[in-house]
């Protein structure tokens, strides 16, 4: 088994002690989990390798962190964070962000910003939000599925939302085809979420990650000339609502603290912070 500095490699000898730490906080952890339940532990079929801290594999885990498109630090005290953080340094930055649990994400920017930083932006406070139950806002009838035959009219959307959040565009480098395959297979699960008004996307919404418990709601827009019209509430809660009672999940976001109208939003829908994420781009 390999180690470095208290961390090590997991393989599927610790399935069931990666699975009891997605279970101790299954909202925390669902974008790993997502991927761990379809592919499993090993890093070839994963798409990114698990490191642990434990006695030896097969034991209880105290500390887990996945590596791959992103950085993402689940579980772990400030001992195990920073053996993950040792281990990141031992080879090329291949993650485009570091989020997760802002506990874990804060005291490995710590340890990586020497050698990694300065980072594009660093959000440091972005509530953690779930809810389970019917919405307080009447969800919107008109918002559904995107068929596959409507991405050349959904992207743009998607683009837009992707430059306001994210600050880049998701075009550059390789001319869009890498973000056009990833929105063009989430339309293609049935997790990509629209209203269209004259063939125009005036609200947009993703299932970004969907573990077995939890389904995590991303990319919320409106279209600026229909904000403060009630457009991101209702059409929030019609994929809650898909989430909730059409695929027997629990809902959940996280969202930037400062973004008050978007908190306020998911407050009145019925969402309740039950964690805190951070989040530090590359």
């Given at each position: 088994?390999?180690?470095?500095?208290?961390?090590?490699?997991?393989?599927?000898?610790?399935?069931?002690?990666?699975?009891?730490?997605?279970?101790?906080?299954?909202?925390?952890?669902?974008?790993?989990?997502?991927?761990?339940?379809v592919a499993g532990v090993d890093p070839w079929r994963l798409?990114?390798?698990?490191?642990?801290c434990g006695i030896r594999a097969g034991s209880r885990l105290d500390a887990l962190c996945f590596a791959g498109?992103?950085?993402?630090?689940?579980?772990?005290?400030?001992?195990?964070?920073?053996?993950?953080?040792?281990?990141?340094?031992?080879?090329?930055?291949?993650?485009?962000?570091?989020v997760g649990p802002a506990e874990q994400v804060m005291g490995m920017w710590a340890e990586l910003a020497p050698e990694w930083g300065p980072a594009r932006d660093v959000r440091d406070?972005?509530?953690?939000?779930?809810?389970?139950?019917?919405?307080?806002?009447?969800?919107?009838?008109?918002?559904?599925?995107v068929r596959p035959e409507?991405?050349?009219?959904?992207?743009?959307?998607?683009?837009?939302?992707?430059?306001?959040?994210?600050?880049?565009?998701?075009?550059?480098?390789?001319g869009g085809a890498g973000y056009r395959a990833r929105v063009a297979e989430l339309i293609a699960a049935g997790r990509a979420f629209a209203r269209f008004e004259g063939g125009e996307v005036v609200f947009k919404a993703e299932i970004g990650a969907m573990s077995k418990a939890v389904g995590q709601i991303q990319g919320v827009w409106v279209h600026p000339d229909k904000r403060g019209h009630g457009y991101g509430a209702a059409g929030t809660a019609a994929v809650v609502r898909r989430l909730v009672d059409g695929l027997g999940r629990t809902a959940s976001l996280y969202v930037n603290a400062?973004?008050?109208?978007?908190?306020?939003?998911?407050?009145?829908?019925?969402f309740t912070q039950v964690g805190q994420y951070a989040t530090v781009l590359f």
């Open positions: 088994m390999l180690r470095l500095a208290g961390a090590r490699l997991l393989d599927e000898r610790d399935s069931q002690a990666v699975r009891a730490v997605f279970t101790a906080d299954k909202v925390a952890s669902c974008m790993v989990a997502s991927r761990v339940e798409g990114g390798e698990l490191w642990g498109p992103n950085l993402v630090p689940l579980a772990g005290r400030p001992s195990a964070i920073r053996a993950f953080a040792d281990r990141a340094v031992r080879r090329r930055r291949m993650c485009s962000s570091l406070d972005q509530p953690l939000m779930a809810m389970s139950g019917p919405t307080n806002v009447r969800p919107d009838p008109q918002v559904r599925a409507e991405l050349e009219r959904y992207l743009p959307a998607a683009i837009a939302m992707f430059i306001e959040e994210v600050g880049v565009d998701p075009r550059a480098g390789d400062y973004n008050t109208p978007a908190k306020a939003v998911y407050d009145r829908i019925g």
